[in-house]
Nanobody, 126 residues
Framework: QVQLVESGGGLVQAGGSLRLSCAAS????????MGWFRQAPGKERVFVAA????????TYTDSVKGRFTISRDNAKNTVYLQMNSLKPEDTAVYFC???????????????????WGQGTQVTVSS
C-alpha cells in the first residue's frame, strides 16, 4: 500500500522560501512520476510541478517557473518542492501525488494520479 506524507509547509512572508517534502512508502516510488498540486480556498486543485522517475525533465505551471524547483531522491523515497520568491497568491494546501503508470502525456492532470498525500498548508503573507 502506498502512503504519501507531506511536510515543510508553514507561514512565510512574501519573498521568502519554503521547502516541501513528500515521503513515500513502497517500491513504486522509484519508477513513478511524482507531482505537486495545490488547492486554494474555494478553488479547484491545480498542477504545480512534476518530475519523472529519474528526476529528469521536470515540468512546471507557468506561474511558478523560475521560482519553484521539483526534485527527488529515490534512495530516500522522497520528492521535494523548493519554493523561492513566494507570493501571497501561492497560498494554498499543497499535495504530492504519484503516478505509477507513468502516463507522461497527462502529468498536469490530477485525475491521472493514483495516490495522494494529505496535504500541507502554505501561507504567504504580504
Amino acid at each position: 500500500q502506498v502512503q504519501l506524507v507531506e511536510s515543510g509547509g508553514g507561514l512565510v512572508q512574501a519573498g521568502g522560501s519554503l521547502r516541501l517534502s513528500c515521503a513515500a512508502s513502497g517500491r513504486a516510488f522509484m519508477s513513478s512520476i511524482m507531482g505537486w498540486f495545490r488547492q486554494a480556498p474555494g478553488k479547484e486543485r491545480v498542477f504545480v510541478a512534476a518530475v519523472n522517475w529519474n528526476g529528469a525533465s521536470p515540468t512546471y505551471t507557468d506561474s511558478v517557473k523560475g521560482r519553484f524547483t521539483i526534485s527527488r531522491d529515490n534512495a530516500k523515497n522522497t520528492v521535494y518542492l523548493q519554493m523561492n520568491s513566494l507570493k501571497p497568491e501561492d497560498t494554498a494546501v499543497y499535495f504530492c501525488a504519484m503516478d505509477p503508470r507513468r502516463n507522461y502525456r497527462r502529468t498536469t492532470d490530477a485525475t491521472n494520479y493514483d495516490y495522494w498525500g494529505q496535504g500541507t498548508q502554505v501561507t504567504v503573507s504580504s
